[in-house]
């Protein structure tokens, strides 16, 4: 029998409950995220709460002076890294370096806790340099955001096990969160949501890392395109070799948010750069090649052309720049049982119709010269241009 949804009370009731002790950020850290809350304490204030941590502060001047933050000149005193970072940024990050320490101590039989951070950081890096490019957070922000989005998994795994969290192979992110719901009343998404709000991240922060159905297409308020930037990193982030990369969401999320897959590459390039020492600010070591290796899976993935889901006989491919006129003749064509593809472009469209032929293909001929180009390139015979 499914379980019913459980309220976020309930959630972390349920997290907490277990025999098991839940990783948890240091007293430090949680102190430094209750002081953003004071507008009495400036940025001194923040750096000697940091000073009861002296490990703490010594990450932080390394992160200060690491790829994604560094200035002019090295920062030497917190006083420097804090100006530097951020007192909110400072505060997050100081929440992920001490539950990352904690974690260390956490034996979870059959759950990769060096993949677990290491794919976090570098969701982290792509978060931020997301945001870069749409404008949605400062970088520290981003970062500590990015990182902690999936820290709901950890707690699932370290609460209920790993076989709570685990992907059996050729199967989905989508496939485990259905039935994590099914089974317990919440998925991962909701869990870290809870977990964030609990260790005194803004709620609209906390929010933005729930799973929900993502509609590329339709308007939505800052916090669902903060949302929609979450999602886009997790669709850009690591997975394991049995765990195949959802391209075809990248490209709707990111035409959502007005980036182009140059952009997307782009990110994944330095999100690469930056990876083996931002992973050595966690204490992590990671080779080069081994970065490489990772990401380049992620790129093959994004650069494949994307294809029809159901090769049948009534295959149509839309062709249209404009967004909001592909989802009103998808919602039509689909609605009378048609198999569909989209391409922005027709350099896209032409790719997909060489390698999988639809028989009908939609053109909008308010796109110009380009999609007369195409009407008079050689398609396959069975394709018939409207």
Known sequence: MPASPLTDPEILQALTAENRLLPSPSA????????????????????????????????????ANSAIFAGMRPAVAIEEAVLRIGTGGLARLAIALSLMQAS??????????????????????????????????????????????????LAMAVSLGAQAVYIEAEGSVQGLLAQQLQQYGYDQGDASAVLLAHWGFPQTLAQAVRIRPQTPGAAGSREAQLGECVALSRSLQLRPGSVAADAGQMRSLAEHLQLSESDLQGVLASAAQDMAGMAAVFEMKLEQAEVDTEFDRLRRALATPPLLDEPIADEVLIV?????????????????????????????????VQIQGPRVV?????????????????????????
């Open 28 to 63: 430090v850290a949680l102190e430094l995220m209750r002081a953003l809350e004071r507008r009495d304490l400036g940025m001194r204030d923040i750096a000697n709460i940091a000073r009861k941590d002296p490990a703490l502060v010594a990450r932080m001047i390394q992160l």
């Open 104 to 153: 260390k101590a956490t034996d979870i039989e059959g759950f990769d806790l060096r993949r677990f951070w290491m794919t976090s950081i570098q969701r982290g890096l792509v978060f931020q340099y997301l945001s870069q490019r749409v404008g949605k957070m400062p970088s520290a922000e981003a970062f500590s955001l990015g990182l902690l989005a999936d820290v709901g998994q």
């Open 320 to 352: 249209s720049k404009d967004a909001a006129l592909r989802l009103g003749l998808r919602q039509a064509l689909e609605s009378a049982g048609h198999a569909l593809a989209e391409a922005a472009t027709p350099a896209e469209a032409f790719e997909i």
């Open 362 to 386: 939609v053109l909008d001929w308010a796109d110009g010269d380009s999609v007369a180009a195409l009407c008079r390139s050689p398609l396959p015979p069975s394709c018939r241009k409207c």
